[in-house]
């Protein structure tokens, strides 16, 4: 019986390999397997060049008296009062008193711009509303942390306004139950290094917290969280950035809906556990790093309903465990997948891998199978699909042997739906030919989860 096996993979092995070989051998052009027309995006952001600075000087009025310092002001305003902002203030501000609101009037009508050294506007109060506000130039130090706006006490909302020309946007600093909320954040464009940069919300040790509906560009990073527990991130939009959002060393954080693109990398998690990242958007993150969506040492995590879109990797795992990695389309980016440093125990399922230029590069030693009974849509995997259940009976390995001399010798893309090709496939998947390092899925679909996928590109 052993000999009768041995002969058998023999058999297979040699007729894989003069296959492929004679494949290659024809293979004269081919084309790249991306989807037909270019991509196609159009995102909803704010304008963020030409703001209009009122000319007028500015008046703070609480309890029907008028101030012509914003400072003067919130001193004298008892808690639970409202000071009311219009025109402009050149002074820097510091607000101590407890449920205050500060709200000026429509769009850069109340402006508060510092001095150029250090925060613009400090809150050192619970309770405190900051609405309709302009707040701009802070000093230059990233080792200072210059902001913006610093924030020093819990049950802080900063609301509809707008921060620009600052190293830190927002910076909340050990607090809990802050709210963020659609705020238009533009760093300093002078400052070319985007490592001298601050970035546009800080969220350093602050548990329970609600960022929502901000759009954030011309930083060093979007989100940046560091130490942070339970922060809800939802609906930003972040682009021409280092990272859209980054986490380190933050556990059960939410990221829903948010929109990054034309970064280095779209969303960068690293060094936390008990994530949920769904339904978020990554496209056309290149660069350096060129990641649509990093997972560096995250364990126990959802990534779900993602559409990570033309990035150089769309998705990249690296010394990863225990993650669902489920329902998220990846089109069109240069490397479907990266995996690496040990990252196994993933469940991997109802993804769509389409077109991208290779689908998965594995970096690893051992063969890892990510799923059992239902699997992954892949392009150009054509399954045995026996019972017509629309789930494949033969296992695919997307970094098999097939997949390595596409991606080493282009050319032979031509031929990856011949017959040789497809009995390379049947060869390594019934046999299997050889337990090669890389990824499997058991159960490859006929049909992507995802039938929108083409809306992200113009056809030729």
Same mark, same amino acid.
């Given at each position: ?16 390999? +003069? ?13 790249? /397997? ?6 196609? =995006? ?49 002074? $820097? ?25 250090? /925060? ?41 306004s707008r921060i620009t020309d600052m190293t830190f946007?927002? %910076? ?12 238009? !954040? ?17 969220? #350093?040790?602050?548990?329970?917290? !609600?960022?929502?509906?901000?759009? @954030?560009?011309?930083?060093? &990073?979007?989100?940046?969280?560091? %130490?942070?527990? &339970? ?7 972040? %682009? ?16 829903? *809906?948010? $929109? ?16 949920? !990242? ?19 040492? !995250?364990?126990?995590?959802? @990534? ?14 690296? *010394?990863?465990?225990? *993650?669902? @990695? ?26 769509? =891998? ?13 063969? +890892? ?8 849509? #892949? ?9 017509? &259940? ?7 390995q997307p970094a098999g042997a097939v997949q390595q ?9 031509? =031929? ?5 090709? /497809? ?10 030919? @050889? ?16 039938? *929108? ?8």
């Amino acid at each position: 019986m052993f000999e009768t096996h041995r002969a058998e993979r023999a058999f297979a092995v040699a007729t894989a390999t +003069v296959l492929v070989l004679s494949v290659v051998a024809a293979a004269a052009v081919a084309g790249q /397997d991306r989807p037909d027309g270019d991509l196609v =995006f159009d995102p909803d952001v704010p304008e963020t060049d030409g703001f209009s600075a009122p000319a007028a000087d500015g008046t703070a009025t609480v309890a029907g008296e008028s101030y012509d310092s914003l400072q003067r002001a919130v001193d004298v305003a008892e808690p639970g009062q409202t000071v009311r902002v219009d025109g402009r203030f050149d002074e $820097t501000v510091t607000v101590r008193t407890a449920n205050l609101t500060i709200v000026g009037g429509e769009p850069g009508s109340a402006l508060l711009h510092g001095d150029g050294e250090g /925060d613009v506007l400090t809150v050192d109060a619970p309770g405190v509303t900051v609405s309709d506000l302009w707040v701009r130039n802070s000093g230059y130090s990233t080792a200072e942390n210059d902001a913006a706006v610093l924030v020093n006490a819990s049950h802080v909302t900063v609301r509809d306004s707008r921060i620009t020309d600052m190293t830190f946007g927002v %910076w909340l600093n050990g607090v809990s139950d802050a709210r963020v909320v659609n705020n238009t !954040i533009v760093g300093r464009e002078e400052i070319t290094r985007l490592t001298d940069r601050g970035n546009g919300i800080q969220i #350093w040790k602050t548990e329970d917290s !609600i960022i929502r509906n901000n759009a @954030i560009t011309t930083v060093r &990073d979007g989100l940046y969280y560091n %130490w942070a527990k &339970d922060v809800v991130a939802s609906n930003n939009t972040l %682009w021409d950035l280092r990272y859209g959002v980054h986490y380190m060393y933050s556990d059960d954080c939410h990221l829903y *809906n948010n $929109t990054a693109f034309d970064n280095d990398v779209g969303y960068a998690l690293m060094v936390s556990k008990h994530l949920v !990242i769904r339904d978020n958007v990554a496209v056309n993150n290149t660069g350096q790093s060129g990641h649509g969506l990093l997972v560096k040492s !995250i364990d126990d995590t959802e @990534i779900s309903g993602n559409h990570l879109v033309g990035n150089d990797n769309g998705l990249f795992v690296y *010394n990863s465990v225990s *993650n669902e @990695i489920t329902s998220n389309l990846v089109v069109g980016n240069d490397v479907g997948v990266h995996i690496a440093a040990g990252s196994k125990d993933e469940t991997v399922v109802n993804n769509s =891998f389409v077109r991208n230029d290779r689908a998965v590069l594995a970096v690893m030693s051992e063969q +890892v199978t990510w799923n059992e009974s239902v699997g992954n849509y #892949w392009s150009g995997a054509n399954p045995t699909d026996l019972d017509d &259940d629309g789930v494949g009976e033969t296992r695919y390995q997307p970094a098999g042997a097939v997949q390595q001399l596409t991606a080493e010798t282009p050319a032979a893309r031509v =031929f990856a739906s011949s017959p040789a090709f /497809d009995a390379v496939r049947l060869a390594q998947s019934a046999v299997p030919v @050889i337990e090669s390092p890389g990824v499997v899925d058991a159960r490859p679909l006929t049909e992507p989860p995802h039938d *929108n996928w083409r809306t992200y590109y113009e056809r030729d």
